[in-house]
């Protein structure tokens, strides 16, 4: 399928709403998947920080 202009690229036959939509909502998990473990490592290690510190104070 070819498009005359970029115009017509992003309306992609009256159905551009419903294919931005699934491209913007898959990138949006993908971003999630790679983000959440590396948020829940950094708090991990924060925590594990945190509690030897607690250690060595008693």
Do not use: C, T
Not at 20 to 45: F, H, K, M, T
């Amino acid at each position: 399928m070819s498009f005359a202009s970029f115009a017509e690229f992003i309306a992609m036959g009256n159905h551009g709403l419903y294919v931005w939509s699934a491209y913007g909502i898959s990138l949006l998990v993908l971003a999630v998947n790679v983000a959440a473990p590396l948020l829940a490592r950094r708090r991990y290690l924060q925590d594990e920080a945190r509690r030897l510190r607690r250690e060595e104070l008693k």
